[in-house]
């Protein structure tokens, strides 16, 4: 529920913009993924989904390996958006030899920015969510 929350905070605040760059698969990409199914099979409220996502993994659709969906694939079960399909980036390389060009990147002093910790928005993004089940509880029960 926590994670789904930050995930509709995303969606409903700011911007109204959320990207993930997904390191790997297995379980850490599927548990990263999971936010908007939940919220719109489960909670019934539409968040829409990532906007965009840079996946990096060794697994190949060819050899049958569950860890190769796409960005393309992830939109039939709801998990991105359309458009995040036109700006996503699919990387097929081990994790071990590309991540470290990708950090050493992103803390290059021109791009640099002042970090954000996520735990400062947790009672925002848990009441968000909160008050947005109510509002959906009373609305499905007027029907």
């Known amino acids: 529920h926590e994670v789904a929350a930050y995930h509709y905070l995303a969606k409903n605040k700011g911007s ?3 990207s993930i760059i997904i ?3 297995g379980v850490p990409k ?5 936010p908007e199914p939940y919220l719109s099979q489960i909670c019934g409220i539409d968040a829409g989904g990532y906007d965009m996502d840079v996946q990096i993994c060794d697994a190949h659709i060819q050899n049958g ?4 969906c796409t960005a393309s ?3 039939t ?3 991105t958006s359309a458009e995040c399909v036109k700006k996503s980036q699919y990387v097929f390389a081990d994790v071990t030899a590309t991540f470290p060009f990708i950090v050493h990147a992103l803390l290059q002093e021109e791009i640099k920015r002042q970090p954000r910790n996520l735990l400062d928005y ?3 993004a848990l009441t968000l969510l909160d008050k947005a089940l109510r509002k ?3 609305t499905d029960y007027k029907k």
């Open 16 to 18: 109204r913009k959320l």
């Open 77 to 79: 079960w709801g998990k």
């Open 73 to 75: 694939e992830a939109h």
């Open 122 to 124: 947790r009672e925002e």
């Open 136 to 138: 959906k509880r009373f």
């Open 23 to 25: 390191v790997g698969g």
């Open 65 to 68: 390996a569950l860890s190769s």
């Open 30 to 34: 599927n548990y990263s993924l999971q």
